[in-house]
């Protein structure tokens, strides 16, 4: 929720552009006191919970792409995020010491994961 354009970058590569991976991205989903919503809206939204494939597609057309490209790499980002999500887990298990927020954590992203492919149909 704390992403916003300065954290997002371009690299060139042969062929064109590409967008470099993302840093200096938090997930503030954990904390109660914010309120879940994006920094950036998506179609006129900023509640994650709300962006649908309407969402996507006005998006898509304001960007002027595609908008089943855009609907694909949505979907591709998701599951990517869902295949990796216990990899993360992983690495998090050794560094953060409070068990039960990992959990939360990814339980969280995970609902909103499936959320968001629901979304999309």
Request: hydrophobic share 45%.
């Amino acid at each position: 929720m704390d992403a916003h354009a300065k954290n997002l970058s371009l690299c060139t590569i042969e062929g064109g552009l590409r967008l470099a991976p993302f840093y200096d991205l938090i997930s503030t989903l954990q904390y109660p006191q914010f309120n879940g919503d994006l920094a950036m809206n998506i179609g006129g939204r900023r509640n994650p919970v709300r962006i649908g494939k309407a969402q996507w597609e006005h998006f898509a057309d304001e960007i002027q792409l595609p908008r089943a490209f855009v609907l694909k790499e949505v979907q591709t980002v998701i599951r990517q995020v869902i295949e990796q999500l216990p990899n993360v887990v992983e690495e998090l298990r050794l560094t953060v010491p409070d068990k039960s927020f990992i959990a939360d954590l990814k339980q969280n992203i995970l609902q909103r994961c499936m959320n968001a492919l629901r979304l999309l149909r």
